[in-house]
C-alpha cells in the first residue's frame, strides 16, 4: 500500500514543469548557437542531444499511466530523481560544450531543481525535503568539482554558492511543507465533518421515519382500531340478537355505519402519508386546499390569511408547516365542534409563523390522554426537526389556538 498517495494534480504540475524544462533548454542553446556565433562540432551536438533527451522521455513516462501502475510507490520518486539528476548532468557536460557562463549555469541549475524540491515537499514529509536538499547538494559538489565553472568561481566560492542553495532550498521546502501539511488537515477534518454530516443526515432520517410511524399508529389507533372495535361489538351483537330481526336491522345500520367511518379515516390515514399537495401545488395552496376542504366538509366558517406565495422553501420546512396544519384542521374537525376556523401564514424577514385557531369546545393541554389524542406531541417533534417552536393555548369552552414558528431562511 502507498503510504504517500499522489496529491491531486501533482502530475500536472510535473508535467508543465518537463515543458517548460525543454523550452528552457532549448532556447538557452539557441542564444549560444545564433547570437553568440559559437560553433558547435557534429559529436558536442549529439552528446548534447543524448543528455538532454531525457526530457521527451520523462514527460512520455508521467503521461502513460501503465508506468504509474506497474510501479506503484516508487513511480513518483522515480521520476523525481530523473528530473533532478538530469540538470545536474547537463550542468557539468552539457552547459561547458557551448560555453555557459558559469553565474548563468548556477543559475539554471537552482531553477531547474527548484521544481522537483516543491514537488518532493509537495508530496512528502519535511524530513524528506531536508534529506533532497542534502542529496542534490552532495550529488552537485561531486559533479561540478571537476569542471570549469569550479575553476571559474573556485573551490570556495563554489562551495558557498551550493550550500546557499542548500540553505535557501531547505527554507523553501518547509515553508511549502508547512502549508501543505495545513491542507492536509483541513481536508482531514473536512471529510471528517462530512461523515459526521451524513451519519446525522441518516440518524435524523430514521428518527424522523420513527416518529412518523409512531405518529400514525396512534393515529389508527384512535380512529380505526376504534371503529373496527365498534364494527366487531356491533357484529356480536347482531349474531346474538338474529332471531330479532328488528333489532338485528338497527344493529347492522350501526355496523355499516362505524364500517363507513373506518373507510374513512384509512383513507384519510393514507392521504395524509401522501405529500402530494406540497408536491403539486406548493405550501401556501395546499394549505388553502386543505383548510377549504375542511370547511366544506365539516360545515365550518372559514377564514384565510395566506400570501400569494413564499418562494423557495427548504423541503423539510414545507413537510413540517403542512403536516402540522393537517393535524391542527383534523383536530378541529374531530373533536372541536367548533363553528368558526382561521388559518394565518405570514412571513416577516425571515421568520415563517403559521397560525390556526377556532372557536370550538377546547380542551386541557395540561391532560396527557387528551394531549395524545390531539397529536401534540407529534407537532412539537415536527417543529423540533426544523428548530421551530410550537405553542398551543386551549382552555375547556374557549377553543384552541395552534401557533408554529421557525427561521426558513
Known sequence: MNRYPLEPGLLSIFRLFVVLRLILVLLTMAFYFAWSGYSIEIWQMVAISAFVADVPF????????????????????????IATVSPLVEMSYVFPLYNVDAALAFLLIFLLLLIPLLLVAWQYPFSLVLLFSLSTSVLEFSLLSSTP????????????????????????????????????????????ANRKLVRYASTLEQLTVSRERNRLARELHDTLAHALSGLVVQIEAIDATWEDRTRARELLGRALS??????????????????????ELGLVWAIRELAETVATAEGLQLTLNLPPSLGALPPEVEQCYYRVAQEALAN???HARARHVSVSLT???????LTITDDGQGFDPE????????GLRGMRERAELIG???QVTSRPGQGTTVHLTSEVY
Open 332 to 334: 378541529v374537525s374531530k
Open 58 to 81: 520523462l514527460f512520455w513516462y508521467l503521461s502513460w499511466g501503465w508506468f504509474q501502475r506497474q510501479l506503484g510507490r516508487y513511480y513518483l520518486p522515480i521520476a523525481i530523481l
Open 149 to 192: 565553472q569550479f575553476e571559474v568561481f573556485g573551490a570556495r566560492w563554489a562551495v558557498l554558492a551550493m550550500l546557499g542553495r542548500s540553505v535557501l532550498s531547505i527554507f523553501v521546502g518547509y515553508i511549502v511543507s508547512y502549508l501543505v501539511h495545513q491542507q492536509r488537515e483541513q481536508r482531514r477534518e473536512l471529510a471528517e
Open 347 to 353: 412571513l416577516a424577514g425571515s421568520m415563517l409563523t
Open 258 to 279: 362505524l364500517a363507513r367511518i373506518g373507510l374513512d379515516e384509512t383513507r384519510r390515514a393514507l392521504q395524509a402519508l401522501r405529500a402530494a399537495p406540497l408536491e
Open 367 to 374: 391532560d396527557r390522554t387528551v394531549a395524545e389524542r390531539f
Open 388 to 390: 421551530g417552536t410550537l
